[in-house]
């Protein structure tokens, strides 16, 4: 564990730096802190806070910056926990300007959000379908040529697949339906791929191009669940120096197109997952291949959906502002589910 004065002189070296983007020398060190001691005192402090790993030493300049790790222990141990009222008030102000539906104050709040940290915010939704049953499989032929698989779920969406019986006969389906009916009916969707891993052998034996049919029904039966993502505030990416790298930049998108927030809370969350919690990752948490990277994020119910705001930044990121305001959208949120 750090000492207080360890402590305070990483503190102050990570906020400078998330402020200034420059390495934090003994002497602007001595200037910020709220107590006296020598820049012998700090020199030393700072080479065993870099030698814990928490500071890096900058080539370039006699001053240090913080690593991976010392983020990671000022977001867990230093951050102030007081709430600035008047950037809560100023949010909640632009929100309630707004439209009144929730879908559409998400999307703006979480423009706005964007705006107001600099930070590049991405949003998405999936439907929950923890409780949803499979409770029908339906064959409807359409022609001589084509046939649609229907999938009814307990929540009243109904998902269809379109077989060309060119390639796939009608007794082949209808087979295919009772093998899926017998098993799957009346189970969580959230549990059938799971179940259904038993069935393939099974399949196999009764009809021909049984993986095409078994992959075709199981991605119907969920694909309900699909995740639906819009990003705010790519362009601010570009403001930050760690990624005028216009390689490194690419990759950094490519990251947030491709992720799951979903998929990566669970990771974060372990064992303790919960809603409304915020996570985050930072640097070389998420990915070997990142390090001047963070994200954070938590995950909320709106009207039935599973909805998550995630911010990305630099690893420097102002993390309680950005947290202060994750933590508003989703009491903003609340109360407007409660109205």
Do not use: C
């Amino acid at each position: 564990m750090l000492t207080k004065r360890q402590q305070a002189i990483l503190k102050v070296i990570v906020q400078e730096f998330i402020r200034t983007v420059q390495p934090v020398g003994s002497k602007t060190i001595m200037e910020l802190l709220d107590f006296n001691v020598s820049s012998a005192t700090i020199r030393n402090e700072s080479a065993i806070l870099e030698d814990l790993g928490l500071l890096e030493k900058q080539h370039t300049s006699s001053g240090r910056a913080p690593s991976t790790q010392g983020y990671r222990y000022y977001v867990d141990f230093l951050l102030n926990k007081t709430s600035n009222d008047d950037l809560k008030y100023h949010l909640k102000k632009l929100i309630n300007l707004r439209n009144d539906n929730i879908e559409d104050v998400i999307d703006q709040a979480t423009e706005i959000i964007s705006e107001m940290t600099k930070l590049t915010a991405i949003i998405s939704t999936k439907e929950n379908k923890n409780n949803v049953l499979l409770k029908k499989i339906d064959l409807i032929p359409l022609s001589d040529e084509n046939a649609s698989v229907l999938f009814i779920l307990s929540n009243g969406s109904v998902e269809k697949k379109v077989f060309n019986l060119k390639n796939i006969s009608l007794s082949d389906l209808a087979i295919s339906i009772k093998l899926f009916s017998d098993n799957l009916i009346d189970k969580k969707i959230t549990e059938i791929a799971q179940i259904t891993k038993t069935l393939k052998d099974e399949l196999k034996i009764s009809v021909k191009n049984y993986e095409f049919i078994f992959q075709s029904f199981l991605g119907a039966i969920l694909q309900g669940g699909q995740e639906t993502k819009e990003m705010h505030g790519i362009k601010y990416m570009l403001e930050n120096p760690e990624f005028h790298d216009t390689v490194k930049l690419k990759s950094i998108i490519e990251i947030m197109e491709k992720m799951s927030p979903f998929d990566w809370y669970d990771v974060r969350y372990g064992a303790h997952r919960s809603m409304n919690k915020i996570v985050m990752s930072i640097g070389r948490e998420y990915g070997d291949n990142i390090d001047d990277v963070a994200m954070l994020g938590a995950e909320f119910e709106m009207n039935g959906k599973s909805t998550a705001i995630t911010l990305v930044g630099p690893k420097r990121m102002d993390y309680e502002q950005a947290i202060q305001l994750i933590e508003w959208l989703i009491e903003i949120v609340n109360e407007k589910q409660k109205e």
